[in-house]
């Protein structure tokens, strides 16, 4: 290990050992150390049984001292079981603090970040990454220390009852420090590349799993599970790989262990035959040198499998560290109320990465307006939303709600005001009315004046178990249509103050869509409303119709008035007119 790996495992052990733990960590402390002296008594009763009760026939001192041996030893089995289950509570709050954290930070990441990364990076460092905390919580780091204390009271003990004999046995320790040096570091190559192959293959399996009506729909079915084959046997490969490193070590260590015991009874044998060692002390020595030896192993065995561990804290480090939109010592303003007015955007600039697409925008959105978006497709009309909701970071400009920076807000506080409905629609695998509602105990009447708005209330009281019907992994015992109604039912349910709806009636047939527009147009006041469409159509009478092309803001007001002043929205009016 090196001295950043060290310092990475080190941060997270002083976090859960002495953090947040402290008073578990004193109290497994405590039972350890019972258990390391309870493991001392043991061979002092046999050589008393060896070289004094059998020698003078005393039938008492026998049982005597074998019923403290076997006392000692369920003492032993019984404190093991305590501390073990001490160690689950400590792995289950550490895992689940976590995982917490992770998933907290990434909805606060960035759209650089949730672009760039890959699915399979992100369902990595969630899963297998931040499960690895549960090995570092393991008896494994707490007997690391233990075993340490153990094997220095064993080589004082060990030094009492034959300090010369104790000499040549240790011979034997540098072998085993070689061998651990290089296998270590074999296994942290291989647990590093086991590591990146199982990220690239939860990639590709995530891939077929939540596309898989669209992978039969495009006939790829041969490309994904080839891509998969390749991906699965490298993973497996290197998997097999590193658990070979460890059989190797294994088997070096075995065979150093009965190396160890071997050249114990060897010499001890000829002190017995020469009458220098009595039979109860080599017994005894014997016994006192694998309390050595198996906790010498132990840690050389820990330190292999802290490999794997440190290239996932590794991992999980850089996620934790990608920077947030908003920093921590941020000092947010709040909302006064829940009556926005307008939100303006004045001079925004933004661009993915080298790539401009807006270029000093400037518009207002006003309450109690139908305000509408339109342009042909990469215009900028979907990246104004995610500049509104902090996904991405602006780059030149401001945007203010009722004159205040949008900055001045949390990121939270800013979300809980604003509901986007965006073309695709999030649903999961629960019932119509969890998908809407999202929460428990919602007041069903909100909830059917919402659907009813939506037009979609119909529909559902049609299904066999109505509200309570299960729509499905992902709505897929819906249309399209229907699912976007649900949604836009769910947004309604939310009652924020601003409403953006970016293509959100893209799969309704038209006299639907327009149904449902004017439903919202009389059930939005008192909001600032936002529609991005293609379909222009539906927006005649909208108050408030911004007109952009490649990224800026080509025209605005209403339709009577764009229709005499706008060639472009005249001409993509009559063309999108002669489509629908």
Same mark, same amino acid.
């Given at each position: 290990m090196n001295k950043k790996e060290l310092s990475v495992l080190w941060k997270y052990i002083k976090e859960i050992y002495i953090v947040d733990n402290l008073k578990s960590v004193l109290f497994i402390f405590s039972l350890s150390a019972i258990k390391i002296f309870g493991v001392l008594i043991p061979p002092i009763y046999i050589i008393k049984i060896m070289d004094k009760a059998i020698p003078d026939n005393n039938e008492r001192n026998i049982f005597l001292y074998i019923s403290i041996i076997i006392a000692f030893t369920i003492l032993d089995v019984m404190l093991g079981i305590g501390i073990q289950k001490l160690y689950n509570g400590l792995g289950k709050r550490?895992?689940?603090?976590?995982?917490?954290?992770?998933?907290?930070?990434?909805?606060?990441?960035?759209?650089?970040?949730? +672009?760039?990364?890959?699915? #399979?990076?992100?369902?990595?460092?969630? %899963? &297998?990454?931040?499960?690895? =905390?549960?090995? @570092?919580?393991?008896?494994?780091?707490?007997?690391?220390?233990?075993?340490?204390?153990?094997?220095?009271?064993?080589?004082?003990?060990?030094?009492?009852?034959?300090?010369?004999?104790?000499?040549?046995?240790?011979?034997?320790?540098?072998?085993?420090?070689?061998?651990?040096?290089?296998?270590?570091?074999?296994?942290?190559?291989?647990?590093?590349?086991?590591?990146?192959?199982?990220?690239?293959?939860?990639?590709?399996?995530?891939?077929?799993?939540?596309?898989?009506?669209?992978c039969i729909l495009s006939n790829g079915q041969t490309y994904f599970l080839k891509k998969h084959d390749e991906r699965i046997n490298k993973a497996e490969d290197c998997s097999n790989e590193l658990s070979?490193?460890?059989?190797?070590?294994?088997?070096?260590?075995?065979?150093?262990?009965?190396?160890? +015991?071997?050249?114990?009874? #060897?010499?001890?044998?000829?002190?017995? %035959? &020469?009458?220098?060692?009595? =039979?109860?002390? @080599?017994?005894?020595?014997?016994?006192?040198?694998?309390?050595?030896v198996i906790p010498v192993l132990k840690i050389s065995n820990t330190i292999m499998t802290l490999q794997s561990v440190i290239v996932a804290l590794g991992r999980m480090e850089i996620f934790r560290n990608q920077k947030e939109i908003e920093s921590s010592s941020f000092e947010p303003n709040v909302f006064m109320n829940n009556e926005n007015q307008e939100i303006c955007f004045e001079n925004v600039s933004f661009s993915y990465d080298d790539k401009p697409v807006l270029n000093g925008v400037s518009l207002n959105f006003k309450k109690n307006n139908f305000n509408v978006i339109v342009g042909e497709s990469g215009c900028g009309k979907s990246t104004l939303t995610l500049l509104l909701y902090r996904i991405w970071s602006l780059r030149d400009g401001c945007i203010k709600i009722d004159g205040q920076d949008y900055k001045d807000y949390s990121i939270k506080d800013l979300r809980d005001h604003i509901t986007i409905v965006g073309q695709e629609s999030f649903l999961f695998n629960d019932t119509v009315l969890n998908n809407i509602s999202l929460k428990e105990n919602e007041n069903m009447d909100n909830v059917i004046r919402c659907c009813k708005i939506a037009c979609i209330h119909d529909f559902i009281m049609s299904l066999p178990e109505q509200y309570q019907s299960v729509v499905g992994d992902r709505g897929v015992k819906l249309s399209g249509?229907?699912?976007?109604?649900?949604?836009?039912?769910?947004?309604?349910?939310n009652n924020t103050p601003i409403i953006v709806m970016d293509e959100a009636t893209s799969a309704l047939d038209q006299l639907t869509e327009r149904k449902v527009i004017d439903n919202l147009k009389e059930n939005i006041k008192d909001k600032i409303f936002i529609l991005i469409t293609h379909r222009l159509s539906s927006i005649v009478e909208a108050d408030n119709i911004i007109v952009m092309k490649d990224g800026v803001v080509e025209a605005k007001g209403n339709h009577y008035e764009l229709m005499q002043n706008s060639s472009y929205y005249k001409s993509m009016f009559e063309r999108k007119r002669d489509i629908y």
């Open positions: 550490s895992f689940i603090k976590y995982q917490k954290q992770c998933l907290d930070h990434l909805y606060r990441l960035d759209g650089k970040y949730l +672009s760039n990364s890959s699915i #399979g990076e992100k369902l990595t460092t969630m %899963m &297998n990454d931040v499960s690895q =905390i549960r090995t @570092l919580t393991s008896p494994n780091i707490f007997d690391f220390v233990m075993d340490t204390i153990t094997a220095v009271v064993m080589m004082i003990f060990l030094a009492r009852i034959q300090a010369d004999m104790l000499l040549i046995v240790l011979c034997i320790l540098p072998f085993i420090y070689f061998s651990q040096k290089y296998f270590q570091k074999k296994g942290m190559e291989k647990a590093i590349d086991t590591r990146d192959t199982q990220s690239s293959c939860a990639e590709i399996i995530e891939t077929i799993v939540s596309n898989t009506l669209s070979m490193v460890y059989a190797k070590n294994g088997g070096v260590l075995n065979f150093l262990s009965a190396l160890f +015991s071997i050249t114990i009874l #060897g010499i001890g044998g000829f002190r017995v %035959m &020469n009458g220098s060692m009595t =039979i109860g002390c @080599l017994i005894a020595f014997n016994m006192y040198s694998q309390k050595l249509g229907e699912k976007q109604r649900i949604c836009i039912a769910r947004a309604l349910l």
